[in-house]
C-alpha cells in the first residue's frame, strides 16, 4: 500500500505574500544603513572629500546590484529545491554526485549560525545608540540586553501574534529610510554621481586603505544569504517582487547619508553615525523607536532562520538530534530550546564583550563572507549537474570568487580586532557537525545486517506460542535497514534471544530522508499475514521526523480501508 501524509506548501505571489515577504527575509540586509556608513566614515584614515563618499556609496550600490541582486535574486534563487532554498538545501540537490561537498555544506551551515549571533547584537546595540543623541548619560547595554532577553524568552511562546506585524512595520521601515534618504539628496544632489562605478574603482585603487574599506561596505549585503535561505517561506516571485522597493529605499537612504556627511565634514567627531543624523530632530525619538522595531525583527529571522538551519542539520546528520517544539500552527515555525538558550547565553556574552557597536563591526561579516564563498562553490556544481556550459559556469565562478574573495581579504584585516570570535564560534560549530557527520557514518559502517527471510518461521512461532508470555500486542521497531529484505541483527537478537518477546504483530518502521525538501510519503508492506509489516516512511529533509504520529496516520488509514 502506496499513500501520502497530510501537507501544505503554498507561495504565491500575492499582496498578503509580498507584506509578509517584507518581514520575514529583509530584516538582516534590510537594518545594515544602521551601521554602515558610521563603519565607512570611521574607516576614512585620509580624511573625507566628495570623492572618498563618492566612492564608498558607488561601492555600497555596487555590491547590492552585483551580490544581492545578480548573484542571488537573480540567479541563486533559481536554484531551488523544490521551492526550497537555502545552503543546506543546494547541498541537497547535489550530495548523491558529489558527496564530499558536505564539508563545503558544513562550513558554510556553520558560518551562517556564527552570523546569527553577532547580528541581534549589533542591530539591537545600534539602534538604541540613538537615544545617546537625546543624553550621553544614558546607558545602552543593559537597554540592549532587556531587548535582547524579551527576544528569547518569547520564543517558547511562538511569535505568531507578534509575526502578523512583521510585514507592515517593515514597510514603514524602508518608506523611512527612503523618505529621510530623499530629504538629504534635495540638499546635496550632486550625491547621485555615486551611481557611477569610476568613483568606486578611484576609492579602492588611490585612496590610502582604500581597499580595507571594503570590509565596511561588505555590512551592506550581510543579509543577502537570507533571500535564499527563506525561499521556501515566501516564494521566488515575492522575493524578486518586494527586493525592488527594498533596494530603491536602502539606496536612497545610503545616498542620503552621503549627502549630509558632505554638507556636514567639519561637524562629525567619533562615533557619529549619519543615520541618526539625517533624522529631524522632532522625529528623533519616532526614528529610534522605528529603528528598535526593526531590529527586533532582525533579530527574529536570523533565530528563526537558526532553528531552520539546525533542524536540516539534524535530518541531514550534520547535528545531534534535539527536542524541537512547534508552540503555534504556523507550518515551520518550531521552537528548539538548546539553540535557543545557547544562542541567547551567545547574544549576552557579545554585547557585554564588545560593549559598543562600532567594535562589533570588525566581527561581524567575516563569517558571512566565508558562507557566502561555500555558496558560489556549491551553485558551481549546481550549475554542472544542470548542464550549463563550462564556460558561463567559469564567468561566475571568475567573477564571485573575485568579488567574494576581495571582501574576505578585506574583512580578514579585521581578525585580530575582533573578527576572530565569530571565526571562534564558526569553527566550533563546523568540528560538532563534522565530527557527527562522520561518526554516524562511522557507526553505519559497523551496524551488522541479517536476512530477514531466515527468521520467518521463528517469529511465526512465538507469536503463537501461548507458553512465552505476552510482551505486546504489538511490537515496534525503527530499522535503518533501506531493503525490506534485511534487519540489523540487534533487532533480531532483541526479539528472539535470551528473553523471548511473544507479540501478536511485529512491525518495522523505516525513515528515509529525501533530498526534496517536503515530500511526504509512506509505504506499507505485509511480510509474513497478520505477523509482520513494514512501513516506509519517504520524508523531505525540511520535515520533522514525528514518526508517531506519521505512525498514528497510518494506522488510522489501514483502518479505513480494512
Same mark, same amino acid.
Request: net charge positive; charged share 15%.
Given at each position: 500500500?502506496?499513500?501520502?501524509?497530510?501537507?501544505?506548501?503554498?507561495?504565491?505571489?500575492?499582496?498578503?505574500?509580498?507584506?509578509?515577504?517584507?518581514?520575514?527575509?529583509?530584516?538582516?540586509?534590510?537594518?545594515?544603513?544602521?551601521?554602515?556608513?558610521?563603519?565607512?566614515?570611521?574607516?576614512?584614515?585620509?580624511?573625507?572629500?566628495?570623492?572618498?563618499?563618492?566612492?564608498?556609496?558607488?561601492?555600497?550600490?555596487?555590491?547590492?546590484?552585483?551580490?544581492?541582486?545578480?548573484?542571488?535574486?537573480?540567479?541563486?534563487?533559481?536554484?531551488?529545491?523544490?521551492?526550497?532554498?537555502?545552503?543546506?538545501?543546494?547541498?541537497?540537490?547535489?550530495?548523491?554526485?558529489?558527496?564530499?561537498?558536505?564539508?563545503?555544506?558544513?562550513?558554510?551551515?556553520?558560518?551562517?549560525?556564527?552570523?546569527?549571533?553577532?547580528?541581534?547584537?549589533?542591530?539591537?546595540?545600534?539602534?538604541?545608540?540613538?537615544?545617546?543623541?537625546?543624553?550621553?548619560?544614558?546607558?545602552?547595554?543593559?537597554?540592549?540586553?532587556?531587548?535582547?532577553?524579551?527576544?528569547?524568552?518569547?520564543?517558547?511562546?511562538?511569535?505568531?501574534l507578534l509575526g502578523e506585524s512583521f510585514g507592515p512595520i517593515m514597510f514603514i521601515w524602508f518608506l523611512m529610510l527612503g523618505v529621510l534618504g530623499v530629504s538629504q539628496i534635495v540638499n546635496y544632489p550632486q550625491i547621485i554621481n555615486a551611481f557611477n562605478p569610476y568613483y568606486a574603482v578611484k576609492l579602492l585603487t588611490e585612496y590610502p586603505g582604500g581597499f580595507l574599506l571594503?570590509?565596511?561596505?561588505?555590512?551592506?549585503?550581510?543579509?543577502?544569504?537570507?533571500?535564499?535561505?527563506?525561499?521556501?517561506?515566501?516564494?521566488?516571485?515575492?522575493?524578486?517582487?518586494?527586493?525592488?522597493?527594498?533596494?530603491?529605499?536602502?539606496?536612497?537612504?545610503?545616498?542620503?547619508?552621503?549627502?549630509?556627511?558632505?554638507?556636514?565634514?567639519?561637524?562629525?567627531?567619533?562615533?557619529?553615525?549619519?543615520?541618526?543624523?539625517?533624522?529631524?530632530?522632532?522625529?528623533?525619538?519616532?526614528?529610534?523607536?522605528?529603528?528598535?522595531?526593526?531590529?527586533?525583527?532582525?533579530?527574529?529571522?536570523?533565530?528563526?532562520?537558526?532553528?531552520?538551519?539546525?533542524?536540516?542539520?539534524? +535530518?541531514?546528520?550534520?547535528?545531534?538530534?534535539?527536542?524541537?517544539?512547534?508552540?503555534?500552527?504556523?507550518?515551520?515555525?518550531?521552537?528548539?530550546?538548546?539553540?535557543?538558550?545557547?544562542?541567547?547565553?551567545?547574544?549576552?556574552?557579545?554585547?557585554?564583550?564588545?560593549?559598543?557597536?562600532?567594535?562589533?563591526?570588525?566581527?561581524?561579516?567575516?563569517?558571512?563572507?566565508?558562507?557566502?564563498?561555500?555558496?558560489?562553490?556549491? +551553485?558551481?556544481?549546481?550549475?554542472?549537474?544542470?548542464?550549463?556550459?563550462?564556460?558561463?559556469?567559469?564567468?561566475?565562478?571568475?567573477?564571485?570568487?573575485?568579488?567574494?574573495?576581495?571582501?574576505?581579504?578585506?574583512?580578514?584585516?579585521?581578525?585580530?580586532?575582533?573578527?576572530?570570535?565569530?571565526?571562534?564560534?564558526?569553527?566550533?560549530?563546523?568540528?560538532?557537525?563534522?565530527?557527527?557527520?562522520?561518526?554516524?557514518?562511522?557507526?553505519?559502517q559497523f551496524t551488522e545486517f541479517v536476512k530477514v527471510r531466515k527468521y520467518y518461521p521463528v517469529l511465526i512461532d512465538l507469536s503463537k506460542d501461548e507458553s512465552i508470555q505476552k510482551y505486546s500486542t504489538n511490537l515496534v521497531y525503527m530499522t535503518k535497514a533501506n531493503y525490506k529484505s534485511d534487519i540489523e541483527q540487534k533487532i533480531i537478537y532483541s526479539?528472539?534471544?535470551?528473553?523471548?518477546?511473544?507479540?501478536?504483530?511485529?512491525?518495522?518502521?523505516?525513515?528515509?530522508?529525501?533530498?526534496?525538501?517536503?515530500?511526504?510519503?509512506?509505504?506499507?508492506?505485509?511480510?509474513?499475514?497478520?505477523?509482520?509489516?513494514?512501513?516506509?516512511?519517504?520524508?523531505?529533509?525540511?520535515?520533522?521526523?514525528?514518526?508517531?504520529?506519521?505512525?498514528?496516520?497510518?494506522?488510522?488509514?489501514?483502518?479505513?480501508?480494512?
Amino acid at each position: 500500500m502506496n499513500s501520502k501524509l497530510k501537507t501544505s506548501h503554498i507561495t504565491k505571489l500575492t499582496l498578503t505574500g509580498l507584506i509578509v515577504t517584507l518581514g520575514i527575509v529583509y530584516g538582516d540586509l534590510g537594518t545594515s544603513p544602521l551601521y554602515v556608513m558610521k563603519a565607512i566614515v570611521s574607516g576614512a584614515t585620509a580624511g573625507i572629500s566628495s570623492d572618498f563618499i563618492f566612492g564608498a556609496i558607488s561601492c555600497i550600490i555596487w555590491t547590492l546590484t552585483l551580490q544581492s541582486t545578480l548573484k542571488y535574486v537573480l540567479i541563486t534563487l533559481r536554484a531551488d529545491n523544490n521551492g526550497e532554498g537555502g545552503i543546506f538545501s543546494l547541498y541537497a540537490l547535489i550530495r548523491k554526485k558529489k558527496r564530499w561537498t558536505f564539508v563545503l555544506a558544513i562550513i558554510g551551515g556553520a558560518a551562517l549560525l556564527a552570523d546569527g549571533i553577532i547580528t541581534p547584537s549589533i542591530t539591537v546595540i545600534s539602534a538604541v545608540e540613538g537615544l545617546n543623541l537625546f543624553s550621553n548619560s544614558i546607558s545602552v547595554v543593559p537597554i540592549a540586553l532587556l531587548i535582547i532577553t524579551a527576544i528569547f524568552v518569547i520564543q517558547q511562546f511562538g511569535t505568531k501574534l507578534l509575526g502578523e506585524s512583521f510585514g507592515p512595520i517593515m514597510f514603514i521601515w524602508f518608506l523611512m529610510l527612503g523618505v529621510l534618504g530623499v530629504s538629504q539628496i534635495v540638499n546635496y544632489p550632486q550625491i547621485i554621481n555615486a551611481f557611477n562605478p569610476y568613483y568606486a574603482v578611484k576609492l579602492l585603487t588611490e585612496y590610502p586603505g582604500g581597499f580595507l574599506l571594503l570590509g565596511a561596505v561588505f555590512l551592506c549585503t550581510t543579509g543577502a544569504e537570507a533571500l535564499y535561505s527563506d525561499l521556501g517561506h515566501c516564494g521566488l516571485a515575492n522575493i524578486r517582487v518586494t527586493w525592488i522597493y527594498v533596494k530603491i529605499c536602502l539606496i536612497l537612504n545610503y545616498l542620503g547619508q552621503g549627502a549630509w556627511v558632505l554638507n556636514n565634514v567639519g561637524k562629525i567627531v567619533g562615533g557619529t553615525n549619519p543615520f541618526f543624523m539625517i533624522m529631524p530632530h522632532w522625529f528623533l525619538i519616532i526614528g529610534v523607536f522605528i529603528s528598535t522595531a526593526a531590529a527586533v525583527i532582525a533579530s527574529q529571522a536570523l533565530i528563526s532562520g537558526s532553528y531552520t538551519i539546525i533542524s536540516e542539520a539534524i +535530518l541531514l546528520n550534520f547535528w545531534p538530534k534535539v527536542k524541537i517544539s512547534y508552540p503555534t500552527t504556523i507550518k515551520g515555525q518550531m521552537y528548539i530550546p538548546s539553540v535557543n538558550w545557547i544562542l541567547y547565553a551567545a547574544c549576552v556574552c557579545v554585547i557585554l564583550f564588545f560593549q559598543e557597536s562600532s567594535n562589533m563591526e570588525a566581527a561581524y561579516g567575516l563569517s558571512i563572507t566565508i558562507t557566502m564563498l561555500m555558496t558560489t562553490l556549491l +551553485l558551481s556544481f549546481y550549475l554542472r549537474l544542470r548542464k550549463i556550459p563550462i564556460f558561463y559556469i567559469g564567468i561566475f565562478l571568475l567573477t564571485y570568487l573575485c568579488i567574494e574573495g576581495s571582501f574576505l581579504i578585506a574583512n580578514l584585516h579585521k581578525f585580530s580586532k575582533g573578527g576572530w570570535v565569530t571565526i571562534l564560534i564558526a569553527g566550533i560549530i563546523f568540528f560538532i557537525m563534522f565530527v557527527w557527520y562522520r561518526g554516524r557514518n562511522i557507526k553505519k559502517q559497523f551496524t551488522e545486517f541479517v536476512k530477514v527471510r531466515k527468521y520467518y518461521p521463528v517469529l511465526i512461532d512465538l507469536s503463537k506460542d501461548e507458553s512465552i508470555q505476552k510482551y505486546s500486542t504489538n511490537l515496534v521497531y525503527m530499522t535503518k535497514a533501506n531493503y525490506k529484505s534485511d534487519i540489523e541483527q540487534k533487532i533480531i537478537y532483541s526479539i528472539i534471544n535470551k528473553k523471548p518477546k511473544r507479540a501478536d504483530c511485529y512491525w518495522f518502521l523505516h525513515l528515509d530522508v529525501l533530498d526534496e525538501p517536503h515530500t511526504m510519503e509512506y509505504k506499507v508492506e505485509t511480510l509474513i499475514p497478520d505477523v509482520l509489516i513494514r512501513v516506509d516512511f519517504r520524508i523531505g529533509f525540511k520535515v520533522q521526523p514525528r514518526v508517531n504520529l506519521f505512525f498514528k496516520q497510518v494506522l488510522e488509514e489501514l483502518v479505513k480501508n480494512n
